[in-house]
């Protein structure tokens, strides 16, 4: 079972930047692809972005096409999104999810952190 850490979260203003980080321990040698979803307040759940473990075809959501971008460091076996051009309808709690290859179902999802864009 692959266990999942966020942190990176915080506070910023309008056209500011942060950088989210989601470490993978446990059994990370079957996953395919490592994704970023995010939920704001009286919202559903949406996708962010995602990558394979490998680093190749990075996948964004047309909203933050062009000002977040995600990576992923095999070594540290850790994600990254990086977030430029950060806008108030970006708050929300981010939460980092494993594809494990052959399976259809995000699973597991890491506990979450929280972005607030203050306008």
């Known amino acids: 079972q692959v266990q999942l850490v966020e942190s990176g979260g915080g506070l910023v203003q309008t056209g500011g930047s942060l950088r989210l980080s989601c470490a993978a321990s446990g059994r990370a040698f079957n996953i395919g692809r490592m994704g970023w979803f995010r939920q704001a307040p009286g919202k559903e759940r949406e996708f962010v972005a995602s990558?394979?473990?490998?680093?190749?075809?990075?996948d964004y959501a047309n909203s933050v096409k062009g000002r977040f971008t995600i990576s992923i460091d095999n070594a540290k076996n850790t994600v990254y999104l990086q977030m430029n051009s950060l806008k108030p309808e970006d708050t929300a709690a981010y939460y980092c999810?494993?594809?494990?290859?052959?399976?259809?179902?995000?699973?597991?999802w890491g506990q979450g952190t929280q972005v607030t864009v203050s306008s």
């Open positions: 999810a494993v594809l494990i290859s052959g399976y259809s179902k995000w699973s597991p």
């Open positions: 990558v394979t473990w490998s680093g190749t075809t990075p």
